[in-house]
């Protein structure tokens, strides 16, 4: 079996197990690296050819780069020829990494800098409904119940659907650019010149308005890290920011805890009781 007809097995085989778009690319983007650096066939690699590869390539890259590279490589292999190759391989330890998140005033000051109204909804209903960005560009105008205040994100991240609320500040701008999209036969909430608005244009937004505002390495993720931090600052249950999030362990949930030093500044000392 020669390079090209492994690869296209290999994304049969994740389109058939409902893998999304961004993994099925990042899988075969793995394989054909390293199928390319050794120049090999497929049945041919060997673990010490997948170390060699590590060692040349990836011993600066984070542990989650690794760990990705080798289950795309033991996917591949599993699935199509029978082995494994990465077997004797040890995975490197999970790295944690704190989020990075917006104080409300920091929030604030970068929405005063996206003075388009358009763009400003966008960014706005991200933080405000914690979406991640894909899930705002692929928000179709049937999602949308406004009777009901609600919306639906259909089959996000792991295939799932969740009910978002929509926030009573930003109605009024939501009714208004519905009927506009109606209007227009458009199918989705938000579009751009070729029809759905693409991720890269929103980060753009928010990156030029962070810079704006003098804000650093804030991303369109930042949000939504903010708004779970934010959530939780206020008292709201964390099952219940699970949820909102979309999250389907709680432990991914977990890691906003570390993050909110409001609830740290209400922690009194005991000396204050003596």
Same mark, same amino acid.
């Given at each position: 079996?020669?390079?090209? +007809?492994?690869?296209?097995?290999? +994304? *049969?085989?994740? !389109?058939?197990? @409902?893998?999304?778009?961004?993994?099925?690319?990042?899988?075969?983007?793995?394989?054909?690296? $390293?199928?390319?650096?050794?120049?090999? +066939?497929?049945?041919?690699?060997?673990?010490?050819? /997948?170390?060699?590869?590590?060692?040349?390539?990836?011993?600066?890259?984070?542990?989650?780069?690794?760990?990705?590279?080798?289950?795309?490589?033991?996917?591949?292999? *599993?699935?199509?020829? !029978?082995?494994?190759?990465?077997?004797?391989? @040890?995975?490197?330890?999970?790295?944690?990494? $704190?989020?990075?998140?917006?104080? @409300?005033?920091?929030?604030?000051?970068?929405? =005063?800098?996206?003075?388009?109204?358009?763009?400003?909804?966008? /960014?706005? #209903?991200?933080?405000?409904?914690?979406?991640?960005?894909? +899930?705002?560009?692929?928000?179709?105008?049937?999602? &949308?119940?406004?009777?009901?205040?609600?919306?639906? *994100?259909?089959?996000?991240?792991?295939?799932?659907?969740? /009910?978002?609320?929509?926030?009573?500040? #930003?109605?009024?701008?939501?009714?208004?650019?519905?009927? =506009?999209?109606?209007?227009?036969?458009? *199918?989705?909430?938000?579009?751009?010149?070729?029809?759905?608005?693409?991720?890269?244009? &929103?980060? !753009?937004?928010?990156?030029?308005?962070?810079?704006?505002?003098?804000? !650093?390495?804030?991303?369109?993720?930042?949000?939504?890290? =903010?708004?779970?931090?934010?959530? #939780?600052?206020?008292?709201?249950?964390?099952?219940?920011?699970?949820?909102?999030?979309?999250?389907?362990?709680?432990?991914?949930?977990?890691?906003?805890?570390?993050? =909110?030093?409001?609830?740290? @500044?209400?922690?009194?000392?005991?000396?204050?009781?003596?």
């Amino acid at each position: 079996m020669n390079n090209q +007809e492994f690869l296209k097995k290999l +994304e *049969i085989e994740l !389109k058939i197990s @409902k893998a999304s778009l961004h993994t099925i690319k990042n899988y075969i983007k793995q394989n054909q690296l $390293l199928l390319e650096s050794t120049k090999k +066939e497929p049945s041919q690699i060997t673990s010490d050819d /997948i170390k060699y590869y590590l060692a040349e390539n990836l011993t600066t890259s984070a542990a989650a780069t690794i760990t990705l590279f080798l289950a795309a490589i033991k996917y591949a292999h *599993i699935n199509i020829l !029978k082995t494994d190759p990465t077997l004797t391989i @040890k995975r490197p330890k999970k790295e944690t990494h $704190l989020p990075t998140t917006l104080t @409300k005033t920091e929030t604030r000051l970068l929405f =005063s800098k996206i003075k388009n109204e358009k763009s400003n909804l966008m /960014i706005s #209903l991200i933080y405000a409904c914690g979406f991640r960005v894909s +899930e705002l560009t692929q928000l179709k105008i049937q999602d &949308i119940n406004l009777p009901e205040k609600t919306g639906h *994100i259909r089959q996000a991240k792991g295939h799932k659907d969740r /009910i978002f609320n929509i926030p009573d500040f #930003l109605f009024d701008s939501i009714k208004y650019q519905l009927e =506009s999209q109606i209007s227009r036969n458009q *199918i989705y909430l938000f579009s751009g010149r070729t029809g759905k608005i693409s991720t890269r244009n &929103i980060q !753009k937004i928010v990156s030029q308005a962070s810079k704006r505002a003098g804000l !650093k390495d804030i991303h369109t993720h930042t949000l939504r890290h =903010s708004f779970a931090t934010h959530l #939780l600052e206020s008292g709201t249950d964390i099952r219940k920011i699970q949820e909102l999030l979309g999250h389907s362990n709680l432990s991914t949930t977990q890691i906003y805890t570390h993050v =909110s030093n409001e609830e740290l @500044k209400k922690i009194k000392s005991p000396i204050e009781s003596l």
